[in-house]
Each structure stands twice: as C-alpha cells, then as structure tokens.
C-alpha cells in the first residue's frame, strides 16, 4: 500500500497554469493571421511544445502516485520543454510566450526545490525490504 | 561562447534550411534578379502564331526605318516618329527641362522618385523625432496574387506606388491597373487588359508597376490627355486614360502596342515589359527582360522609344553590333533608367550578353554590353558608355538605374552619376563625359583555365567610394562549418579562389559576389542637399561550375537538372550552386545584408549596418546576420530613410545620420519594392506595395499599406 506524499505542489501547480496560458499563446501565434509567424513551422512546433508541456505539468500537479524515477523523468523533460519553448519563443519574437517560459522556469525550480517528494519508489521498496527481512 | 552564439547555434540547428532555402529559391530566378527561369512550357512557335493577327493589325514601320551605327558597336534604327541621328558623333541635345508635372515636391510620379533616380521625398513633416508615431492610415489588398498553387504562376511583386494627378497608382503582377484615393486607399477604378498569366520568360508573375504621362498642357474633357501605362510579360504595352481607366484608342492599337513586333532577331521569348517605361519629353523608354542562361543565342539589347500619345516607334537602340547576334544575345537593359533633364541624357543599364557563363563563342570585345550608357534621348545616339566589365561571364549585369546627382568636389559643383553594380562597386562619374570623378583603375585579374574561354586580362576596380561588401570573400563560418563536420572546409578547399572576377571553372570557382550581387535592381537614393547616399546590399557565396557538354547531357538524361543550366550549345553548360552545408546553411560568415551611406563629396562611407533579419519557418535570425534584400530605399529631407526590402517582412525607418533603426512595421510579406512618399492634402504618406518575392521567401501578398503621422 502506497500513500500519497502530503502538502501542496505548488511549483507543479504554477507551472500547469503556466502551461495553459502558454498554450492559449502559442495558438494564437499559430492562427492569428498577420503576426508575421502565422501557420509557420514555428509556431506549430510551439504549439506541440507547449501542448507536452500542459500534458507534462497535469501529471505532474495531479498523479502525485507515480514512481520517482517516472517523476524524475517527467520533471526533466519539462525542463527541456521550458528551454526549448523558450528558445523557440525568443526566435520567434514571440515576447509573452517568452516570459510565460520564464515563469514556468521558476515554477519548475519551485518544484524541483519545495514541492513536496512522490516517494513512491522509496516506500515501495522499503516495504519490501521490510517484507525480505 | 557568447550569448549571441548560443542563440546561434540553436537556432541554426531549427532552422538550417534558411538561407539555403532562399538561395535555393534563386538558382531559379531570372536575368531580373541574376537567376533562371524554369517552367517555360509555351514554345515562341506558338507564340507567334497567336500574336501573328495582332502583329498584322499594328503598323510595321520596319520600311521607314533607318539604322545609323552609334557609340562602340551599337546602332540606332529609326522609326517612323524619330528623327534620324546625325551619325556623325556631334548629338544634338533635346530641350532641357523636365515635365512640370513630374516635378512637384508632393508627387512620386515615376517609378524611382523622380527622373534623376534619386528616390529622394522633399517631404519633412515626418521627421527622426516623431516617425515612431508613425501608424498605418489605410491599407488595399488587390486580390492579383498567387502562391504558385493552381494553374498561375508564383507572384512576385515589386511596384513602386506612383503619386501624381491626385491618384495613387499601382500595377499589379496580373498586370492590371489600380486607381486608388491617395488618403484613404479607396479604388477609383481597374484596369483589366486580360493578359496570358504565364511564365513565359519568367518564372513568376512579375510586375514592377506602371508609368505616367501627360500632355504639357492638358485639355480640359478630353481622354487621354494623360495616361497610365503598363507592360506584360508577352510584351504588350497598354496605354489608359488616367482617370478613367478607358483604353486610350489612339495608343498603337486600340490602346496596346505589341512591344514583341520588333522582336525579330533570335526571337526566342517575348520581350517581357516587367519594368515600367522612362517617361520624358511625350516618350516613352523601354527596355525589356528576357530569360537567361537557357540559351546562348538570345533577342539581342534593345531600347525603345516610343511617342507617348500615339505609341509610334521613335528610335531603337541596339546594344550588340550586327555581326555577333547569331553567337550571343541579350545586353538588354531590364533595369529601369535615370534621365537628366536638364541634358537630355538617357542612362541605361545594359546587362551582360549572352551565354552568361562561358563567352568562347562571343571573345571579341562588346564594348556596350554590361556598362552604363548614356543615350542622347532624342535620338537614340551614344553620347558616352562607360563598360564596368569585360567579357562578362559572371552574369554581372549592370544592375540599377545610375543615381544622378551633384556633388561638391575641390569647391566646384561637378555633375555626377553614381552606378551600383553586382560586383559591388560604385562607379562615381562624370554624368556629362563619363569620365571618373572617383579613380578606376584596371587591374589584372585571373586567367582563365578552361578551354576555349578567353576571360579578359583586367577589370575596373573602385577603391573610393568603398565596395558595398568587401573585396575578399567573409570566410568559412565556424558554425556552419562545425554543424556540417568540417563539410564547408573540405568543399572550399577544392574551389578555384583568386579575388574578384575568378573566372568560372571546371572545378567550381567560389563566386564572390555572385549573380545575386553586391547591389541588386533597386540602386541607391541620394540625399542631393548633403550628398549622402544609401544603398542596401547582399553578401553571399556562390559556386560557378562549368560542366563540359557529354557529361552535362549525362546530368541532363540522369535527371539531375536542379541547378544546371544548358547555356544552348555552347561547349560547357553551367552548374549554380549555393555554397551552404549538407543542412543548408550558409558556409560563409554573416551578415548576409547590410545597408550603407557614403558621403558623396569624399567617397568616405559614413556607416554599413547589417539590415534587416533573416526569417525562416518563422523564425528571426540574430539582427547582426542581416537578411539579403530585394528592394530599394527611399530618403526625405528630414533625415529619414523608408525601406522594406528584408526578409522578416518589415518595413522600416532608419536615422540616415547614424544608421539606426526608429521605426518598424511588420507587413503581410517581404515587401521587395522601393516606397512612395508623398504629402496629400497636406499630410505625408509612406506607402508600400507588398508583394513578396520567392527568392526571399515563399511567402507573397497583395497589400499596399500607407502610413501616416496621427491626426
């Protein structure tokens, strides 16, 4: 039996917030015809990007059950996401989807540093390890 | 590592394909930017054949011709409307003066600005303190564009609005006429000549707008007292009443006059009416462009003169002598012109003769071909002709319309010209002579070592004013280097390299400047008052090789047809190559476009900026790589410069003191065209056509967009 860590994730919640407005902006890069990077492989790739990142952030904020390595993982690749958005961003001269990559990036770090551990692995094998013994 | 390298490197790894993509994009352009036409699917037979009833109905003045030879190596053939030349080498100059209307300060009545070229706007009310104020006051989308998609051509459109009878006037790449208000963008009324939309000599629709005339004294309710005329690609040139729209009857046929019936020697296309005629003195000048590098044997140069009410055929001028139009062609002037009107002068840009890559077939000396040349406009004679290369094979074609200016030189007022070229070189002359007012030195250049190619000895060289880009090639760019594993290196190591004017070879000559130039179609403009001139140029690499004629049909049967060229039957075809790495960046260092200003009266070059940003699926590359141009700048009086011409698709005004940057509007494309400006109703407007060009971009518009300080 597994128990769910306890406090608030703040920093997975900042960043699913931010991953939403994030991709409300890229949308609108995408289609708002006359922006000067309308329907161009650009914007459609921040649209994927930031579309990984909101999927990313939910199960971040939301299935606080999952292992720590998976956790590990996800928390990674979101940072290459916020990296990569925001170089895409910064390329694209798209300024608000920049600064939304800059929030995110002290959401990710608010997680990385203060948001409460999964732990799931470690009491899975601790319980284990208890049972061996 | 700096920041600016990081970014770099990012974004190249994004976005490696974009100025491959762009110079991929210009291997198949045409003679009007340095490139090749492709898709031409309608044989001159059947052109003719469907033009034969037209060419019947026009009245063939052939009988009254008569040719007089002129200058070195040319000839003018006189029609029935012209006075025959004297021949004797003593011009009779007409008179001086320039046609009042085109002479107001608040009008942008031809195609560069004014006769002079000097793209210069007496306007001051938007000033370096208040132009970032500056907003869009309306904006017109023609509905004549195409993305290359269905049965039309790609549209590249490069019109400059024209200001005059109070009425903004635009051709458009479908080649129909537009009347708008100038103040609000309202239409007045179109004109449809219902042209064929096909890439006869052109790759694209292409269009760089529409000239004016009008009688010196115009009667009050009658038509056609002044017109508007535009050309298209299968060389009709329609003439319309100006404020009607209506066809002018009395203009060659029923308002059109098939410019392609004195197409008679090698006629293999159309003579293609892209650039607006030169307007002066109730005549129209006309040059014509063509497709190059298909061919070796072309429609030999040829200027026209026509009367401007009726469309009658005044003089011809013929830029090749008689004796080598069946081994060559081309040196025709596809650029616009500039025009003393004070002198009577014409000044024509004669592009390079045909095969453009390999003259084995073409070794005597063509003295016009690739010069500046001025013409006495009355008759068609040379007056002076000044050649900025020998034996061309570098399809160096003179480029722009020479700038005509004054300049300050050991106290005295000296009547200069200014001539950008390819090769990037500013050749300051005497208007009146020719005679340099900045040295020309002729210096040695390298032979060439393939059979049968005779390069010449030397080539003029300009030291002052500086070169738009810089004598030696920028070098191997670490970054595309390192993103291509040591591939730009290896590929330069095996290129034929000795400076300027390395002629092509069979190992491939690394080309710099290549076709592109150096300075492209749009020229400089000049500030007359200070004598500051500003002028928008590209830097970029190009590989030149000569493939002898067994193994180019080789290519040819194995389907490898991108980027090679027949040159006819000439003993070698002809590889481009755009030197970029395996992911299509560019192997040479940025920035690959910059904007500068000389001083005139020192040929010191005050300041050279990158301009503009290069753009590629979106995104912008760094603001110091530059983007390379297609387009034109525009000076005021108040110290502003107005210039789109960049790939990001924006339009911009610039501090000509300094270079810097005050103002910026994005806009639907490209906008490759010089601007209007002009003050109506005493407000001043910038408007540009912006129409995209695939060279560029594969992004194209319909707009025409006028900005305005707020009320």
Same mark, same amino acid.
């Given at each position: 039996m597994t128990s769910k860590p306890q406090g608030t994730a703040y920093g997975a919640w900042l960043l699913l917030a931010t991953s939403l407005i994030s991709l409300i902006l890229a949308a609108a890069a995408t289609f708002n015809e006359g922006n000067g990077i309308a329907y161009t492989p650009g914007t459609y790739l921040v649209l994927a990007s930031t579309t990984l990142m909101l999927l990313g952030s939910l199960l971040?904020?939301?299935?606080?059950?999952?292992?720590?390595?998976?956790?590990? *993982? /996800?928390?990674?690749?979101? %940072? $290459?996401?916020?990296? !990569?958005?925001?170089?895409?961003?910064? *390329? /694209?001269?798209?300024?608000? %989807? $920049?600064?939304?990559? !800059?929030?995110?990036l002290v959401a990710w770090l608010i997680h990385v540093i203060a948001d409460p551990a999964t732990g799931k692995r470690d009491r899975h094998m601790t319980q284990r390890q208890e049972a061996a013994s | 590592m700096t920041r600016q390298d990081v970014i770099a490197i990012f974004a190249s790894l994004l976005l490696s394909g974009c100025i491959g993509y762009a110079q991929a994009q210009e291997d198949t352009s045409t003679d009007e930017e340095g490139g090749q036409p492709q898709g031409i699917t309608e044989t001159q037979d059947d052109e003719s054949e469907q033009d034969a009833s037209a060419d019947e109905a026009q009245a063939d003045d052939t009988e009254d011709s008569s040719v007089t030879p002129t200058g070195p190596g040319g000839s003018v053939d006189t029609g029935p409307a012209g006075e025959a030349p004297s021949g004797d080498g003593e011009t009779s100059l007409p008179r001086p003066g320039a046609d009042a209307w085109m002479?107001?300060?608040?009008?942008?009545?031809?195609?560069?600005g004014d006769l002079r070229a000097q793209k210069y706007s007496p306007a001051d009310q938007i000033t370096?303190?208040?132009?970032?104020?500056?907003?869009?006051?309306?904006?017109?989308?023609?509905?004549?564009?195409?993305?290359?998609?269905?049965?039309?051509?790609?549209?590249?459109?490069?019109?400059?609005?024209?200001?005059v009878n109070d009425t903004l006037y635009l051709g458009t790449p479908f080649y129909r006429i537009i009347a708008l208000d100038p103040g609000s963008g309202e239409e007045k009324w179109t004109f449809d000549p219902e042209a064929r939309l096909e890439a006869l000599t052109q790759p694209n629709m292409k269009n760089r707008g529409v000239a004016y005339w009008q009688a010196d004294e115009p009667r009050e309710g009658e038509a056609c007292q002044k017109m508007v005329y535009i050309g298209t690609m299968d060389a009709k040139l329609y003439g319309v009443d100006a404020d009607t729209g209506e066809r002018c009857a009395d203009f060659g046929n029923d308002g059109m006059v098939d410019v392609d019936q004195w197409n008679t020697v090698n006629d293999k296309w159309p003579l293609s009416l892209l650039q607006p005629p030169t307007v002066y003195n109730d005549t129209l000048f006309l040059g014509w462009a063509g497709k190059d590098w298909t061919d070796a044997v072309a429609p030999p140069g040829t200027v026209f003169a026509l009367d401007a009410r009726t469309g009658e055929r005044r003089w011809t001028f013929h830029a090749l002598p008689e004796e080598v139009v069946d081994r060559t062609g081309t040196a025709n002037v596809w650029a616009s012109m500039s025009l003393d009107p004070e002198t009577g002068l014409l000044y024509i840009p004669i592009s390079s003769p045909s095969p453009n890559y390999y003259g084995g077939d073409r070794t005597e000396e063509l003295p016009l071909a690739t010069s500046v040349t001025a013409l006495n406009a009355e008759t068609g004679e040379v007056v002076w002709s000044w050649q900025l290369v020998h034996h061309d094979i570098w399809d160096y074609d003179t480029v722009a319309p020479p700038t005509l200016v004054d300049i300050e030189k050991d106290g005295e007022r000296v009547p200069a010209l200014v001539q950008p070229s390819k090769q990037g070189f500013l050749f300051v002359l005497n208007r009146e002579t020719g005679e340099p007012i900045y040295p020309i030195e002729e210096r040695e250049v390298p032979a060439s070592d393939v059979e049968g190619e005779e390069a010449a000895p030397t080539q003029p060289f300009v030291d002052v004013p500086e070169p738009v880009i810089p004598d030696e090639w920028p070098g191997i760019s670490r970054l595309a280097d390192m993103v291509g594993l040591g591939e730009c290196s290896r590929k330069a190591e095996g290129l034929r390299y000795e400076g300027r004017f390395t002629p092509p070879s069979l190992e491939g000559t690394l080309a710099y400047p290549p076709t592109t130039g150096g300075s492209q179609w749009g020229g400089g403009a000049v500030d007359p008052e200070s004598g500051v001139f500003v002028i928008n140029s590209n830097s970029v690499v190009q590989i030149y090789r000569l493939i002898p004629r067994d193994e180019f049909e080789q290519l040819e049967q194995s389907g490898e047809t991108g980027g090679y060229y027949a040159q006819g039957d000439t003993a070698y075809g002809f590889q481009l190559e755009t030197f970029l790495n395996w992911a299509g960046m560019p192997c040479w260092k940025p920035p690959y476009g910059t904007l500068a200003a000389y001083d005139l009266t020192t040929g010191e070059r005050l300041w050279n900026e990158p301009f503009g940003q290069v753009q590629k699926h979106g995104f912008y590359m760094p603001e110091s790589w530059g983007s390379v141009t297609i387009g034109a700048p525009v000076i005021t009086r108040s110290g502003l410069i107005f210039i789109g011409a960049s790939m990001d698709s924006r339009v911009r005004a610039l501090d000509l003191k300094s270079g810097e940057v005050l103002w910026k509007h994005l806009v639907d494309a490209p906008a490759v065209s010089m601007p209007a400006v002009y003050t109506y109703e005493g407000k001043q407007y910038v408007t540009f056509a912006v129409g995209g060009n695939s060279i560029l971009l594969p992004k194209v518009s319909d707009q025409v967009v006028a900005f305005a300080l707020p009320d």
């Open positions: 971040l904020a939301l299935a606080r059950g999952m292992p720590r390595w998976l956790d590990g *993982l /996800l928390t990674f690749l979101l %940072l $290459l996401d916020l990296l !990569g958005t925001a170089m895409a961003a910064y *390329l /694209l001269q798209a300024e608000w %989807l $920049l600064a939304c990559m !800059g929030v995110g | 002479e107001s300060p608040d009008t942008w009545a031809t195609f560069n370096p303190e208040n132009v970032g104020e500056l907003e869009q006051a309306w904006e017109y989308h023609t509905g004549d564009v195409s993305d290359g998609s269905d049965d039309v051509p790609m549209s590249v459109w490069s019109a400059t609005p024209l200001f």
